[in-house]
């Protein structure tokens, strides 16, 4: 089977009604699915590649372009939205067979197939053939194609270029929850956000331990953030609060104590469980008023009823919209706030205690932090250091915090009562990954 195969229906346009012509095109995006799922399957990725090249470009990336390959024909009917949606499906397809079968390498050449030059060079004696070309060059102009270059990029290549590079994982998780893309695209960028997240809490746990051995050469590890030595000390920091007053024990605390409570009892309970231990600064108190009245004006009219499950969690997640950007378009007062203050870890760590009590939360608060990067790319690296630092802090924490991963601070020096929090250097951080009890257990026990 090859492209030059699908019977894909050219049917005279004025010949057919509205109802058929969609179903005609419907027909062919089937058979065209099909097909790319089929061979990517089968055939090594530089037979597929041909084949989507043959489907897809051929024809229009040559000077002397006489004919539209066929797939076009069934779009011309002023269709390019249904041509590009068509496009980047069969893209995805291929993309998700080949993370599958660990074949990666081939997904920058696919990408590759769109920069030709000469798709871009017009033609007066065939208008077809340029309205073609205009497709794909909206294509590779248009936010779709920008999307598909993240599935190209190596992980280790975010160290380098434009600095929203590095945060590649979040964008993908944008990508995984918009339904206007096909649930291939969802699915490939829900896969790829996951390894480049693993990726990082295993390198994170691989430095912490390599950069405290006396014997370890530098260059046998790496840092993971961009936080140089800085990071060592901020994660002993943020380990340290474990025990009785650990944020997950608090957290627990307050999910027991606010059951049954209205909305208005609620809201000013979670306002005091985010506060709880957070150092007094007067920069910060008028900052937790602020939020104190944002939260307090939110469904006032509800305040009398009782929480439920989903009331719980749309206001952790209004909450979340408060501390970072409201409405999909620029960052909060109060975000905007607290970076200038540099309270980021602050602001982290609140974040974090979310979380904590609503784990259903996590993926609003990833889109958020997309939506934050996607304000802030426009601007040069130099004027950015403020979101720059608070992301790499929100990387640290939350792996830290991750659900397979343990971190624990031992003392190595003799002197047991000094305060770590004065003489972190004393301590020594060791990771493991945790055991789920639960699988343990055999089913018949």
Known sequence: MNANSLSISQEDPDCVTSNSRQLNVQIAQDEVYSFFVEIAKKLPPEDVLREFKGLFIDGLDSQDSYSIPGIYSIFLDDNEQEFCNTLKRCIYIIINTWKTNRKDKYIQELVNLFTSENLKVKTNNFPAINICKSWLDNFINSKDY?????????????FK?????????????????????????????????????????????????????????????TNPSMLGDHALRLIKAIVLKR?????????????KQTQNQTLEEFKINIEKYLFFSVVKQESLESWRHQFADILSLWKADYNQEIITKELFLRTCNRVIDCLTIENGKEPSSLFILLLNQGHSLTLVIILLKIILISKNSRKHLEIKIAHLIRFYEKYPEEECKGIINFIEIFNITFAIYAENVEYNLIKMEEEQNSNPQLNLDGYRVFSQMKVDRHKLVSPDS
């Open 146 to 158: 920008q999307e598909l270059k993240l599935f190209a990029a190596k992980y280790e290549e975010s």
């Open 161 to 221: 270029g434009h600095w929203a590079n590095r945060y590649t994982s979040y964008l993908l998780v944008d990508q995984s929850v918009d339904q206007n893309n096909s649930k291939e695209q969802q699915e490939a960028a829900r896969k790829l956000s996951k390894q480049i997240k693993d990726k990082f809490k295993f390198e994170l746990a691989m430095y912490i331990a390599r950069s405290q051995s006396a014997i370890s050469s530098t260059t046998r590890y």
């Open 243 to 255: 025990g009785m007053f650990s944020h997950e024990n608090i957290a627990h605390i307050f999910i």
